[in-house]
């Protein structure tokens, strides 16, 4: 059977049917003043959402209407809905038939909640307590939020319909409460509670602080087993050790004595566990069944393994410490089987369960007999989308067939009604492997409105083009006007430089703006001189209509310049939260064996010193700003709210992905916790039926960096493989070989958990242009010899493993050789030099059509998405590869040489004669092997 692994935290599976044709839908009436609220996806093209309506307004009685985007480009019923006043109503909307229907509810279960501050005023459900005859809960106030200092209110429903006292009830910062609400008197106090938190600290845990609970905590030593029990503010510490390293203790510290015991946990927690060729041998739990008095688990045998037959060993612990029996228990294959242990004997029964076995056929698994397990398997299926469930003998046969083909399927069985169910297992992320990535610098693309131009300060804009460091006039408005330009290229994906409100001075140091749009001082808003909300929420469903993808940068690590311009001003909404000469209390906290201070947003260390090596020093490189800019603490928890609050904002209005700025400088925690937020929040709440496809700015990143390896593999998110860029870059200038970028293509298979995932490019607006390099840098002459290099190198991205991003102005073979001296080098077309105006949008240049054809081969080649990458012959200046999938076969053959003529066998393509994707050579194969005749600079394509 034809099975797909993809190299994913976790899979969501959503049942056929499930996908609403809206990604969205919002309420607008006068309930909500017409501003919309989100509706909740239910499935099946179901919204739903519950709403009290009041008198009306001035334009009438209660009434609303259901909004697509949000924005009245599309809305029912033509007519408002009407509803009656004073009354609570469950509001549904079909998606499909555009059906409306609003049900009244009667009263409300009778509950109190807490709303504040410390809870983000989310409705948290008091409990009844019914000794003191009050609603009562227990919080921790934190610092508060953009409203002012910690406070709450008790909210009767948890619908801000009834809420007390009137003026929020204030309380005291970072302490901890218990709050009781009288629904009689509605009187309420909040009791302060009083004793020091107490925290684990010691080289086991880095030197953080873990705080104890009840007292305990259980903590695995290193070679180090010094430690320290510490409250709040470290001003008591008291110290200890454990007898040996590299074991797990519990410790148990005595609030009243401080005594500290440390006792070592040598007994794992009883328990037995089934091992065996039908589960990899992996640890399966076994359930004690209290009336038998065994443990016990049901399995299929399968067909067994390399070892041999189907077998098993049952484990005590599920270490291997202890098992049995001593040869490993033998069954029958393809079979059921009750297996029950007895522990005291150490007896084992394996029991045939009796009933007919059911198996999958179908063309996805070549018409062979793949036995269900509990009536369920997992198939990938092809082009032919039919199957059957049968029986052992085939007497009994159940028909059926999938949607579509080319994805992957939980089939599932019911024995008793022989009812048969395909739910389609979806990746959680957006899965841009089958996507040509575009991007783009906002203001460098194409002007679409030069009413903006000036912004809120003329001064930042370069009327002129001049000054490189301002701003020249692009937009939100010119990329939408210039979607059927990248459309027709086939792009399917555009990645665009942060649209976040961006800082309005001048830095005079070099005259210049965040016209990058990495300069942000609210992101929580768009910059003025590309658009507006409204403009964003138009560039997505303009996207949408073409099928294509939002990725926008995300500047995690910084806000703006802290010494000079507006000083690290943070706003959210417009409302100004802190800079960094004023960010609050200085506090700290412990990373790499250090303290490190931090206020309520930014890190306050100083600056990256070059010198003394910081760039490459753990953590200083996390902890100092860079560059001068005001550098996010992301162990704040005012941080990582802010942050996260934004990029859901911008989720509201359609981003599909993200590409987060500079990522080997921000706590890798955080990334963790950013990247699995927001994948919540994209199904749980805005109903996506994927999640976010995340990747990540680390530079020099690639195979051979095992820093950057290791956040790709563990971070959720993926990373801009710079080393492919060099090697690409390499190979077309003649700097290094086809042998050495070949070899750099399986080295990356073996290091990235998931090197079909990772990004890959050849431009950006770190570095020079490719083109640059050649002309200015290298001194070629020849302009059609260079393109045909540059064609060779976007060629390679959109072939190669990883998903090609392609730097806006490739296509027109863009190039500059402005020269300017950095810290005593002279710099060729380096930042900003390769930040160009978009120079033309010409349709004939010979790499715009090759993208288009390359691009559609990408799209509907699942061996150029995720195949194996397999080299066929490989010299210097020649390069034959296949890309293979199952029956899914692309064959490339590159040469950047003289001339030349050769043959090449292995080969997993099937006989026939093939037409190059690109150019007009016919290669034909036979018994796997073909000759080709490639010219200089040229790429043949077969598929």
Known sequence: MKRVSILITAFLVFTMGIYADWNQAYLKGSANSWQGTQMTYQGNHKWELEVTFANGDSGGGPRFKIDRYGDWAESYPAQDYTVDANKTYTIVFYDDTKAITATPKGNPVDAWYIRGSFNGWAADALTYNSTTGKWETSITTGAGDDGGGPRFKIDHYGDWTENYPTADYTLNANSDYLVAFDAGTKAITATEQVGPSWYFKGAANNFEKDILTNGEITVTFGADVAFSIVNDDESETYASSVPA?????????????????????????????????FNGWAADALTYNSTTGKWETSITTGAGDDGGGPRFKIDHYGDWTENYPTADYSLNANTNYLVAFDAGTKTITAAEQVGPSWYFKGAANNFGKDILTNGEITVTFGADVAFSIVN?????????SVPAGDKEYKIIFNE??????????????????????????TDRFSDGDPSNNNGNNPAQYSADKSNW?????????????????????????????PLVDNTDGVDETYDQVGYHGYWAKDFYEVDEHLGDWALVKELDKQMEKRGMKLVLDFALNHSNPAYTDEYGA???????????????????????GKQWAYGNYYHHNGGIDAAAGDWDIYPNYIVKDMYGLADFCHKSQLTKNYLIGAAEKWMDAGVDAFRLDAVKHIDGDFIKEFTTTLNDYAINTLHRTQGVYFFGEWYDAGAGNSASINFANSS?????????????????????????????????????????????????????RTATYLKYVKGWNDENYMKQRIDLGIELLEVLPGIPVVYYGTEQYTSNGNQEVVFGQVK???????REMMPSFDTTTPLYGELGKLSNLRANSSAVQKGAYNEKWVNDDVLVFERVDGNDVVTVAVNRGAHTTLSVSGLAKSNGTYQSILGSDSVSVSNGSATFDLSTNEMVVLH
Request: proline residues 4%; glycine residues 8%.
């Open 570 to 592: 943070l706003y959210k909404d417009g409302v100004k939260l802190t800079d960094h000469p004023n960010d609050g209390p200085t506090r700290y906290f412990d990373m790499g």
């Open 828 to 834: 060729t077309g380096e930042d900003p030099w390769n």
């Open 716 to 768: 959720g998110s993926a990373v801009l493989d710079f080393q492919m860029k060099y090697k690409i870059e390499g190979a077309i200038a003649d700097d290094s070989t086809m042998k050495d970028l070949s070899n750099y293509v399986k080295q990356r298979a073996n290091e990235f958990n998931s090197p079909d995932w990772q990004p890959t490019f050849m431009d950006n607006h770190d570095a020079r």
């Open 469 to 497: 460091r301002k701003y020249f006039g692009g937009d939100i408005q010119g990329l939408i006007n210039k979607l059927d330009y990248l459309k027709n290229m086939g792009i399917t994906a555009v990645w665009v430089t």
């Open 392 to 400: 052992d003998d085939e007497s009994e046969t159940y028909a059926s």
């Open 416 to 441: 008793t009604t022989k009812e048969i169910t395909a739910t389609e297992i979806v990746p959680p992320v957006v899965d841009m492997r089958g996507r040509t990535i575009y991007f783009l610098m």
């Open 245 to 277: 390293g590299d074991k797990k203790y519990k410790i148990t510290f005595n609030e009243t004595t401080k005594a500290i015991t440390a006792t070592e946990q040598t007994t794992p927690e009883d328990g037995w566990f089934i091992r065996g060729s």
